[in-house]
């Protein structure tokens, strides 16, 4: 039923229908959130991103060759422009500080501190897995990087959770 909708909404789009398009980023934006937020860390970064993706979205949509696949091509458009702010931010602020994460952030807060404590190439992977829900097959396709990788970054990815998780709460107790 989902996907009829979606397909339905992708062909309106396409033919320049705003209605139908804005339809199909709300479906699409609290996964567009969290795979974001996995990379930059900070709710206004990843505004501007998502913001970024939407306009690219509009404007390339034609570009799109098959529909079943919509939701890995917007997610590919919006890790290259979370990773364009992220360079962007490094070259502009080389000794700022980094604002913490809005105390209105509801998106479960333990877990996304446990992702924060992972290098970058083990979170997106974690996010995409376990939050978006991707195979190791698609999450490779992706960020075009061997099957392999994104396995061994996943398993190494939960180990670090595991250790900084166990060790965290050792200390509390």
């Known amino acids: 039923m989902q996907t009829n909708k979606t397909e339905q909404l992708i062909k309106k789009a396409r033919q320049r ?52 696949y919509f939701h890995t091509w917007l997610t590919r458009i ?19 500080v980094f604002n913490e994460p809005a105390k209105e952030d509801n998106y479960n807060l333990e877990f996304k501190e446990a992702l924060s404590t992972l290098d970058e190439k083990y979170r997106i992977i974690m996010t995409l897995f376990y939050s978006e829900g991707y195979h190791i097959d698609e999450i490779a396709k992706m960020l075009k990087i061997p099957k392999s990788t994104v396995q061994t970054r996943l398993q190494r990815g939960r180990e670090k959770l595991a250790k900084n ?9």
């Not at 998780?165 to 107790?173: I, P, V």
Request: glycine share 2%; charged share 30%; aromatic share 8%.
């Open 17 to 68: 229908e705003p209605d139908a398009f804005v339809q199909l980023m709300q479906l699409h934006m609290k996964d567009m959130y969290k795979v974001s937020l996995a990379i930059l860390m900070n709710d206004e970064d990843a505004a501007d991103a998502i913001q970024d993706t939407i306009l690219t979205c509009w404007e390339k949509i034609h570009t799109l060759r098959q529909m079943q």
């Open 78 to 96: 919006l890790i290259n422009k979370s990773y364009d702010i992220r360079k962007k931010n490094k070259q502009m602020a080389a000794l700022e």
């Open 165 to 173: 998780y166990y060790g965290k709460h050792r200390k509390e107790n």
